[in-house]
């Protein structure tokens, strides 16, 4: 049989049908590649693409796959009633219908991952769940982005055009038709079990998602290699925290552990109020008071009200989130847990008890509420906020029902998330001059949320660069200084703690914020009114969001023990004070001058991160600090694994 009659055969269609789904999702990793430019062109050279491009061969042919399983069977089956009229026509659709549903989550990850930092997983159908407005968040995205949309026309186009279908009777004699069938299925049974497994060797276990960093040099470059049905199908029924049993118990816990025994302190403030201000994306880069450095010392930033409240806090050079989306923000901030794998909110581990601000003061004769200006069930915030003692939410609903004629209800909605951040402030601030005292209030901002939406009266009034991002953000420390304006004036605010902190960081332009832990870097702000925090940069000290429970309990004099993956930042030593974040599968730990990356078997980088901004230098293997650090990142991750998994995240009273 020669070549030209091989391809209408069923295994010779199939092979070359599957080679160009290959070549096209090979070509939707070039427009995914092209649209994260700045992110991914600067780290490049011709030994790395030839390494993302064997990385992506592999996960591409996985998904593939996987994907096509059913079009395989049915197109091998060795069955004759296949050459019935109509049925290979039915395969060209589920053929091209279920590629192009790939395609197209390929294609809407070259954009969401400039905001998550990794390929889409299972967790996404979670994370959105209670969201009415998706409809039209994808709908405006595709607007936005419609030059993606005339890609996905294309792609889809070849997938069609290039459909091969067998032709009857190219075997030959009918008992030729059975055998070859069956051969073919024995030979491509196997292949694709091995295509599936992503390795021909034996004994070696399927390729899985944290594979992707073997064939880069940063976890962020994974995402090139990987594709986002890949991602979805590994995804599916993870068990997002496994116990690595890397130590012993008692080693565990001489090398980390998570319990904060409190000890009195004459900087403790006593029953003060609190204030907490998760802002919505506002990233460290927009602040100029961290950025004097930058553009030769003519940096600004887009936040002149946050840039003067600075000066009068005690804020740090070195500061982190511990995840990357909003909701990996309010356990961190309010519970000390940082989110490792996945974010905490979507875990079974949602049912363990927890503690937060709210609860541990709650004794102490505190109220507490949390405002958010998203529909009530958003993000899954009402939820968690009630675990963790929060004595009221307060949300879009409640903000519509308001008689003050200064409200306008839906007419203040942005379109997609949430109120705008000025007047929802000031309700916040309405309530919050009812409560008695003392309090705990804490906010979540929106305004400065993807698609950046300002209210209609404030176009062209806030500075403006090379990202959407700047004008949304100048918006939301407008509606801050206003807060803040009023705020002054009331009884309670001389006797308050003021944190400012960022969900996370977004969209990037210069290239230190760009790299695997510029991506993290957000404002730590603690501002007292009455002077009673001294005002500084601290330079000596890393900071990360889950300090701020820590450090809180600490000003405010709490005094029983308690379980929080971070440290007062006020009362612990300078070279103790550590971060840490999950990347893209890989786990960074931030101490002294150097960041770690493991993969969870091996330390895969080690970069002086304070002198080394852009991470340039590997030092893996030629640093002293690696030993000591590996350890201790070992035991972090153990303490959190099991208990996530025991149902520990509180200290039990005996």
């Known amino acids: 049989m020669n070549i030209s009659r091989f391809k209408y055969t069923p295994v010779g269609a199939a092979l070359i049908n599957m080679v160009t789904a290959l070549v096209v999702y090979m070509l939707s990793r070039v427009v995914f590649f092209l649209v994260n430019w700045s992110t991914f062109a600067p ?69 969401y991952v400039q905001y998550t930092g990794r390929r889409t997983t299972m967790s996404v159908f979670s994370e959105f769940a209670h969201e009415d407005n998706i409809a039209s968040i994808i709908f405006g995205e595709t607007c936005n982005h419609w030059y993606l949309l005339l890609v996905m ?11 091969v279908k067998p032709r009857e009777g190219v075997w030959g004699a009918r008992w030729h038709y059975y055998v070859l069938q069956v051969v073919s299925m024995l030979v491509v049974a196997p292949a694709a079990i091995i295509g599936v497994r992503g390795s021909a060797t034996a004994g070696t276990k399927p390729i899985t998602i944290n594979n992707a960093n073997a064939f880069v040099n940063r976890p ?63 990233g460290k880069e927009y602040i100029g008071a961290y950025n004097r450095h930058l553009e030769g010392g003519r940096y600004k930033g887009y936040m002149p009200f946050v840039d003067s409240l600075v000066k009068r806090s005690l804020t740090f050079q070195y500061s982190y989130a511990n995840g990357r ?22 875990t079974p581990a949602t049912l363990n008890d927890v503690q937060g601000v709210p609860s541990m003061l709650k004794p102490l004769g505190y109220y507490s509420c949390f405002f958010h200006g998203g529909h009530n069930i958003s993000m899954g915030f009402n939820a968690f906020a009630r675990d963790i003692g929060y004595d009221r939410y307060v949300g879009l609903n409640e903000y519509c029902r308001s008689k003050n004629p200064a409200y306008h209800g839906m007419d ?76 002054s004036r009331q009884p309670w605010y001389r006797n308050t703690i003021f944190v400012l902190v960022a969900d996370h960081a977004s969209l990037s332009e210069h290239a230190e914020y760009k790299t695997d832990l510029g991506h993290y870097s957000v404002p730590i702000i603690f501002f007292t009114p009455d002077g009673s925090l001294k005002p500084a940069m601290r330079t000596d000290v890393i900071a990360q969001q889950t300090d701020i429970m820590p450090t809180l309990m600490h000003l405010l004099g709490y005094d029983k023990p308690y379980v929080a993956f971070g440290c007062d930042l006020l009362s612990t030593p300078p070279r103790d004070t550590w971060a840490f ?28 991160f304070k002198t080394d901004p ?21 035991a972090l991750i153990q303490q959190y694994m099991q208990r996530m998994n025991h149902n520990e995240l509180v200290v039990r009273r005996r």
């Not at 000890?263 to 994306?281: A, L, T, W, Y």
């Open 325 to 346: 989306k909003s909701m990996d923000a309010m356990p961190s901030v309010l519970s000390g847990l940082p989110m490792m794998v996945e974010p905490f909110f979507l």
């Open 220 to 282: 962020i470059e994974g995402t090139v290699v990987l594709n986002t049905p890949f991602t979805l199908i590994r995804s599916i029924g993870h068990k997002a925290f496994a116990d690595p049993h890397y130590m012993p118990q008692e080693a565990m816990r001489r090398a980390f552990d998570p319990v904060v025994v409190p000890r009195p302190d004459e900087r403790s403030q006593g029953r003060k109020n609190v204030v907490i201000f998760i802002v919505e994306s506002m």
């Open 412 to 487: 203040d909605f942005d379109g997609k998330w949430a109120i705008y951040d000025e007047p929802f402030l000031q309700f916040m601030l309405d309530n919050v001059n009812q409560f008695r005292q003392p309090f705990v209030a804490t906010v979540f901002t929106a305004s400065s949320h993807e698609p950046f939406h300002i209210p209609d009266k404030y176009k062209g009034v806030f500075k403006e660069g090379k990202l959407p991002i700047y004008k949304s953000i100048g918006y939301t420390d407008m509606s801050l200084r206003r807060f803040f304006e009023r705020a």
């Open 153 to 163: 026309v294309m792609m889809v186009a070849i997938l069609w055009i290039c459909f």
């Open 581 to 608: 974040n999950y990347n893209n599968g890989v786990f960074q730990y931030m101490r002294g001058d150097y960041m770690m990356q493991f993969d969870g078997q091996r330390v895969t980088a080690m970069y002086r």
């Open 614 to 634: 852009l991470l340039r230098h590997n030092l893996a293997g030629r640093v002293k600090e690696q030993a000591a650090m590996e350890v201790t990142l070992k």
């Open 43 to 111: 780290y490049m050279s011709w030994k790395l693409a030839g390494s993302m491009l064997h990385g992506g061969l592999v996960f591409d042919t996985s998904a593939l796959l996987y994907i096509n399983a059913l079009y395989l069977a049915l197109t091998l089956l060795p069955v004759p009633c296949k050459e019935k009229p109509g049925f290979y026509q039915g395969l060209k659709w589920l053929y091209v219908l279920t590629n192009s549903l790939g395609l197209a989550a390929n294609l809407i990850d070259s954009v």
